[in-house]
């Protein structure tokens, strides 16, 4: 039987008949199938087995970095292509430090990661977005740097994903109370799938390797034009790993938040309460 079909008989949500690996399933169930805390539609359990981010509507970036070819491990990462279909395509810092962000291979899950240095223009610069509503990372932080995840551009000069205040001594929250954008801090913020303050909660504590899925639902667009860098602010550039972005230009709901975070969840083996 199809591993995405198999919970029907599992749970016993109206199955009548199993054969030749196909289920079949009662009328009255057809839209209303529970898994891992989701009600899937039938007519989406094919889509559910090869999920890819871009199912969902709205996708304006998609940065993956097992979609990196053409690289060998320690390469500098020149272009990280958007797999969106929205051509927000993200082209190297030119003052970043010579071979970073770099290509390294085989580090999460058996997938590759872009790493950081901590000079403070590692990163990468991609079409200015106003819109931006949803977003999902997969990252390991190095260190306490005051490293962002997302900035803008200096012409841009918005500051709405502005990383927060330490927490102790070793670790920092993901948004800072007073400069992130409102939309941010009074959107929906998520640490591995739960639900926490992005202003009083660290992204992890360290010293730590743990890679971390975090995501977030604004209440309003915000914008940003950079990864890693905030504006042309020095010692403000990432210090670790990014494997995965994922950006979309509305407001997911709950059930396609949890499609999205269970599908980065199993992709690179993590601990989340996505699909529990």
Same mark, same amino acid.
């Given at each position: 039987?199809?591993?995405?079909?198999?919970?029907? /008989?599992?749970?016993?949500?109206?199955?009548?008949? =199993?054969?030749?690996? /196909?289920?079949?399933v009662?009328?009255?169930?057809? *839209?209303?199938?529970?898994?891992?805390?989701?009600?899937? *539609?039938?007519?989406?359990?094919?889509?559910?087995?090869?999920?890819?981010?871009?199912?969902?509507?709205? =996708?304006?970036?998609?940065?993956?970095?097992?979609?990196?070819?053409?690289?060998?491990?320690?390469?500098?990462?020149?272009?990280?292509?958007?797999?969106?279909?929205?051509?927000?395509?993200?082209?190297?810092?030119?003052?970043?430090?010579?071979?970073?962000?770099?290509?390294?291979? *085989?580090?999460?899950?058996?997938?590759?990661?872009?790493?950081?240095?901590?000079?403070?223009?590692?990163?990468?610069?991609?079409?200015?977005?106003?819109?931006?509503?949803?977003?999902?990372?997969?990252?390991?932080?190095?260190?306490?740097? #005051?490293?962002?995840?997302?900035?803008?551009?200096?012409?841009?000069?918005?500051?709405?994903?502005?990383?927060?205040?330490?927490?102790?001594?070793?670790?920092?929250?993901?948004?800072?109370?007073v400069?992130?954008?409102? #939309?941010?801090?009074?959107?929906?913020?998520?640490?591995?799938? #739960?639900?926490?303050?992005?202003t009083?909660?660290?992204?992890?504590?360290?010293?730590?390797?743990?890679?971390?899925?975090?995501?977030?639902?604004?209440?309003?667009?915000?914008?940003?034009?950079?990864i890693?860098?905030?504006?042309?602010?020095?010692?403000?550039?990432? *210090?670790?790993?990014?494997?995965?972005?994922?950006?979309?230009?509305?407001?997911?709901?709950?059930?396609?938040?949890?499609?999205?975070g269970?599908?980065?969840?199993?992709?690179?083996?993590?601990?989340?309460?996505?699909?529990q």
């Amino acid at each position: 039987m199809n591993k995405f079909l198999s919970f029907l /008989v599992i749970f016993g949500l109206g199955v009548s008949t =199993c054969f030749g690996g /196909v289920t079949q399933v009662k009328p009255e169930y057809q *839209n209303q199938i529970q898994y891992q805390n989701v009600l899937w *539609n039938t007519t989406d359990l094919a889509t559910f087995a090869t999920f890819s981010p871009t199912n969902l509507t709205n =996708c304006v970036m998609w940065l993956d970095a097992s979609q990196i070819t053409g690289l060998t491990n320690g390469a500098q990462v020149d272009t990280w292509n958007d797999m969106s279909g929205a051509a927000n395509n993200a082209t190297r810092d030119g003052g970043s430090t010579a071979s970073y962000p770099q290509y390294k291979t *085989n580090v999460v899950n058996g997938k590759p990661v872009v790493r950081f240095s901590t000079d403070s223009r590692s990163g990468f610069n991609f079409p200015r977005r106003t819109d931006i509503r949803t977003v999902f990372w997969v990252v390991r932080e190095e260190a306490v740097d #005051d490293p962002w995840l997302l900035g803008d551009s200096a012409a841009g000069g918005t500051y709405h994903f502005h990383r927060g205040p330490l927490v102790g001594t070793n670790g920092q929250a993901l948004w800072y109370p007073v400069y992130a954008s409102p #939309d941010i801090t009074g959107g929906v913020t998520k640490l591995m799938g #739960d639900i926490i303050n992005g202003t009083t909660t660290p992204l992890v504590i360290h010293p730590s390797t743990d890679y971390r899925l975090v995501s977030v639902v604004t209440t309003g667009n915000v914008s940003a034009a950079q990864i890693s860098t905030d504006r042309n602010t020095a010692a403000r550039s990432w *210090n670790g790993d990014i494997a995965e972005i994922i950006i979309y230009n509305r407001a997911l709901t709950s059930d396609e938040e949890n499609q999205v975070g269970y599908y980065l969840t199993q992709k690179y083996g993590l601990t989340t309460s996505y699909g529990q």
